[in-house]
């Protein structure tokens, strides 16, 4: 299957800093990337679409001045969590699916467990 | 919104015997419902999938059925074995202007040797 590629895995940064995360597809190109927060023994929720060359579509509740998302290309996304609050810790996680086909499944990054101190 | 529900949110079995685990979602442009398999720590894989054309979808002894009608689908898993344990999440995708994919809550599936 398609490979994407998150990074890091883990960081710990301190209140009021920001940390920026980024998932990459390695053997694909993706023009929809997905942002999603786990937290722990729950489900995926969805915070946003990253959409290549154009403005990220965020869910509701989720903050966009907070969680900024750049899809500068086929192949990279990244979300910076700005001015990080200890309540911003969680699992994040992104998902890309392939520019060809219709509807079909979408391949998960690895995930980046963020601790904010 | 739209909204995936899945049950149970925990399941225990017997190595050996089957498992079902069931979902239903809100969303009836919803037309492609992914399975994946969460082992702790480590990213959602895809175990199976089912398009909405489709009723039912087998996979050695995964096997997933959708009624569109009723806008349920279900995960079965026969003859279980100790490395089915893991965390199993339901997924509604539709395209409305941009994909979309909503998760269900998650099974834990804890299957006693």
């Known amino acids: 299957g398609a490979v994407v590629s998150q990074h890091p895995s883990w960081v710990i940064c301190k209140s009021g800093t920001s940390v920026k995360i980024e998932c990459r597809s390695l053997d694909f190109q993706a023009t929809t990337m997905f942002w999603y927060r786990q937290f722990p023994k729950q489900s995926l929720m969805l915070m946003a679409t990253?959409?290549?060359?154009?403005?990220?579509?965020?869910e509701q509740g989720v903050e966009k001045d907070k969680f900024l998302i750049n899809h500068a290309s086929l192949t990279l996304s990244t979300l910076t969590v700005t001015s990080a609050h200890p309540e911003d810790s969680s699992f994040y996680i992104c998902?890309?699916?392939?520019?060809?086909?219709?509807?079909?499944?979408?391949?998960f990054g690895q995930g980046t467990r963020l601790t904010v101190v | 919104g739209e909204n995936v529900e899945q049950h149970p949110s925990t399941l225990s079995v017997q190595e050996g015997d089957s498992a079902v685990i069931k979902c239903t979602y809100s969303d009836s442009a919803s037309n492609y419902f992914p399975w994946y398999k969460q082992e702790l720590g480590k990213r959602p894989q895809l175990i199976i999938d089912i398009r909405s054309n489709v009723g039912e979808k087998k996979d050695q002894r995964i096997a997933v059925t959708l009624n569109k009608t009723a806008k349920h689908f279900s995960l079965h898993i026969t003859e279980t074995q100790p490395e089915d344990s893991a965390v199993y999440f339901c997924?509604?995708?539709?395209?409305?202007?941009?994909?979309?994919?909503?998760f269900g809550a998650g099974t834990r599936l804890f299957v006693k040797a």
């Open positions: 990253s959409n290549e060359g154009s403005k990220a579509t965020y």
């Open positions: 998902s890309a699916r392939t520019v060809t086909g219709g509807n079909t499944e979408a391949f």
């Open positions: 997924a509604a995708s539709s395209y409305t202007g941009g994909f979309k994919t909503i």
